[in-house]
């Protein structure tokens, strides 16, 4: 049967829906494409999947009932996998409502589409912004999310909680993916890695902020695509889940599980430019996180998978990537650390 992949033209949608064809599936993907950042950039990554044999796509906003209603009673799927959302920490604080269209009503829509379908399994994206004030690292999926400090965060630990209770009402199979920092080819142009690269590209400052004191997962989006493939095959059962209600609910942390500081992502970028980078140190925003990092054991003790791309690595195909597809490489002479 047919698999539903919401925001199929995204960085991580296009790259599961990409794995997902290659290993036989029929997928039917919906995006909006919303002009949030390049349109074109979206419209690119649909083409590649558009070449894929198992394809289908419809242009709908999650946003829109009427819309998910008709998509829901057209087709039949039986699996889906809901990465459709209004992204961006700092976004958040100047478009809220959008958050709010996107992130509740819409994942409203489909998980009600799903509970109707009675899918196998409900996989939907979260984020490691939901761990918000916690100061304790690694996160752990158990620790207490109760203080997200954006409200992205806040809507994300809202989709688990409704995600939750169909689950236990209904007993919708559901899995919720926190993602970390996740980088790669085909990135957003959002992201640090592609603003920096950006940059250095220009000739122009990078905007580091925190003075550059901060910590992240970076996770590299093949290791992504891995665990959600893997954990799609793994829907929960009742009786699986951690609470005491035994609903057919589970939450994985999907990261690197690897505490890397921010410069020497910097520095990863700079040795696979060979050109080293101007900062422009800027102080703390607000809605950043200091500090992430992920406690990946329950994904490897289900999965028995466990990310393993470096940075180093990873940085490097992102600006092979990046230097083909935009035709861009760094002007003037380099600069060598020794």
């Given at each position: ?6 925001g199929?033209?995204?960085?991580i949608?296009a790259a599961v ?5 290659r290993?036989?599936?029929?997928v039917?993907g919906i995006?909006?494409?919303c002009?949030?950042?390049d349109?074109k ?14 394809f289908r796509f419809?242009?709908?906003?999650i ?6 209603a008709?998509l829901?009673?057209s087709?039949?799927?039986d ?14 604080l100047e ?5 709010v269209?996107?992130?509740l009503?819409?994942?409203s829509h489909v ?6 379908q009675?899918?196998?399994?409900f996989?939907f ?11 304790k ?8 999310v109760?203080?997200p400090i954006?409200?992205y965060?806040?809507?994300?630990k809202?989709n688990e909680?409704?995600?939750h209770?169909y689950?236990?009402l209904y007993?919708?199979?559901?899995t919720?993916l926190r993602?970390?920092t996740?980088y790669g080819?085909?990135?957003r142009p959002d992201?640090?890695?592609?603003k920096?690269?950006?940059?250095i590209?220009a000739g ?6 925190n ?9 590299y989006?093949?290791d992504v695509?891995?665990?959600v ?17 035994g609903a057919p ?6 990261g690197?599980?690897r505490r890397?500081?921010?410069?020497d992502y910097?520095?990863a970028l700079e040795?696979a ?5 101007e900062?422009?140190?800027l102080?703390?925003q607000p ?17 028995g998978?466990r990310?393993?791309t470096?940075?180093e ?9 990046y ?5 861009a490489a760094?002007s003037?002479p380099s600069?060598?650390?020794?």
């Open positions: 049967m047919t698999l539903l992949i919401t199929v033209a995204g960085f949608g829906a990409s794995r997902l064809l290993d036989g599936e029929s039917f995006d909006n494409l002009p949030y950042y349109v950039l979206k419209e690119a990554r649909l083409a590649l999947l558009q070449r894929q044999p198992g419809a242009h709908v906003d946003a829109d009932r009427a819309a998910m008709d829901f009673q087709e039949r799927f699996r889906v996998v809901h990465l459709a959302a209004q992204v961006g920490v700092r976004y958040s478009q809220p409502l959008m958050y269209d996107s992130n009503v819409g994942f998980l009600e589409g799903a509970r109707a009675r899918v196998r399994h996989m994206a979260s984020t490691s912004a939901v761990y918000g004030g916690n100061r690292l690694p996160f752990s999926e158990s620790d207490n109760d203080h954006t409200l965060g806040a809507t994300k809202s909680l409704t995600a209770s689950a236990h007993g919708l199979p559901c919720g993602f970390f996740v080819p085909w990135t992201m640090a890695l592609f920096f690269a950006r940059a590209v122009d400052k990078l905007p580091v902020y003075s550059g004191r901060m910590v992240r997962d970076f996770t989006i093949d695509v891995e665990a493939t893997q954990l799609l095959a793994r829907p929960p059962a009742a009786g699986e889940g951690d609470d005491a209600t609910y589970r939450i994985f942390n999907i690197c599980g890397i500081e921010l410069l910097v520095r040795a430019f060979g050109r080293e980078a900062l422009q140190l102080p703390m809605g950043d996180m200091e500090a992430t990092m992920a406690d990946v054991s329950r994904l490897e003790r289900v999965t998978y990310p393993s470096t940075v690595e990873g940085v490097r195909r992102f600006v092979d990537w230097v083909a597809h935009y035709g760094p003037g600069n060598d650390r020794g």
